[in-house]
């Protein structure tokens, strides 16, 4: 068998003919296996899902419990058989339950990566190194000028922000997957033990996030709290909500925004954001091309990103590399997937 044989890019997604499944389907399927729970790569509506326990959980949150005919909870270097393959999943360090899929068959292993990032992080399993024969990666930040600093330093800008001005509160615009637990494991570890106030749209996540015992310290919802109670605090919400109206509750609001793209100054001007945070859930080039090496695959499919530059770079060291030209991934959560009257809580 050969690669472009176990797994094929169609319009509903990557397709596993031998098994009878996709991967991170854009549109209902008979059989769905899911890398982690963001919007873009888990959707409602399929026929199965197969996923770990938490990504399960983070569907259930957001669609319902009936976002699938039928779901299949997997851990880590558990081993399934799907048809004619092999499927095990593997820690991606994306975010909480974020998973790697490995899908063998005929002597081949091919590995899709989801997304995933080598980076240290208190909210999830770390990523690890599957070796085989394809590597699919993903390359949201797979230019050379998307270097992300160490995310604890960042935190420590905030908190600096934070003493210098107590007077105003501090809102950071974050995913409300992932990322916004991060920032706030992070800001735990720096040792800031006031409460962290919360956007009503991060409180079912987040608070999940706590019940699997992520360590996220003393959490209260902004929602009614009295303005001037709100000085010198520290509140989490989506980035959409830090442009609007909802900001006027706040005295004297400064803006910061956790993301990866803040690496890009004029993206940080165009929102607004008076402190930009560049706190990635992604690999960054060097995490990238570090982690395509380690792999031993001698070939390598790249998706939803910066391709051309990374598909390039794998060629100029004698890997055989390819765009896989995948559509409809790269929105990752906002408010997105949330209840309209949910994502306008606060």
Not at 145 to 174: I, Q
Not at 228 to 240: C, M, R
Request: glycine share 10%; charged share 20%.
């Amino acid at each position: 068998m050969r690669p472009h044989e176990l797994l094929i890019p169609t319009a509903q997604g990557l397709c596993c003919k031998p098994g009878g499944f996709h991967i991170d389907p854009v549109r209902p399927v008979d059989r769905a296996v899911i890398t982690h729970g963001h919007s873009d790569h888990a959707r409602p509506g399929h026929g199965a899902v197969l996923a770990t326990r938490e990504t399960l959980d983070m569907m259930r949150l957001r669609y319902g419990d009936d976002f699938a005919g039928s779901t299949q909870a997997i851990g880590y270097g558990e081993t399934v058989r799907l048809g004619e393959t092999s499927v095990t999943f593997h820690p991606a360090g994306h975010v909480l339950g974020s998973a790697q899929i490995a899908v063998a068959c005929g002597g081949i292993r091919i590995v899709a990566s989801g997304d995933y990032k080598d980076a240290p992080d208190p909210t999830c399993t770390p990523f690890e190194i599957v070796p085989c024969d394809v590597f699919i990666t993903e390359a949201t930040f797979g230019l050379p000028v998307f270097r992300h600093p160490d995310a604890a330093d960042e935190v420590r800008k905030l908190l600096a922000s934070v003493a210098l001005f107590p007077e105003r509160a501090h809102l950071v615009g974050a995913y409300s997957l992932g990322k916004a637990q991060r920032v706030i494991a992070l800001i735990r570890e720096a040792s800031f033990d006031a409460p962290i106030y919360l956007h009503g749209a991060m409180e079912k996540i987040t608070h999940y996030y706590a019940r699997r015992g992520v360590p996220l310290g003393e959490l209260r919802p902004v929602r009614g709290v009295k303005k001037a109670e709100l000085a010198g605090t520290i509140t989490l919400a989506p980035p959409s909500a830090t442009s609007d109206l909802w900001t006027r509750r706040f005295p004297d609001p400064l803006t910061a925004f956790a993301s990866g793209w803040m690496r890009v100054r004029a993206r940080a001007r165009q929102r607004g954001v008076e402190l930009p945070l560049v706190i990635s859930d992604h690999a960054d080039w060097d995490g990238l091309t570090a982690i395509i090496k380690a792999t031993g695959a001698g070939e390598i499919w790249v998706t939803h990103g910066q391709e051309d530059a990374l598909v390039h770079w794998c060629q100029s060291i004698g890997l055989a590399a390819r765009p896989l030209d995948l559509v409809g991934y790269g929105d990752e959560d906002d408010d997105a997937g949330m209840p309209a009257n949910e994502a306008a809580e606060a």
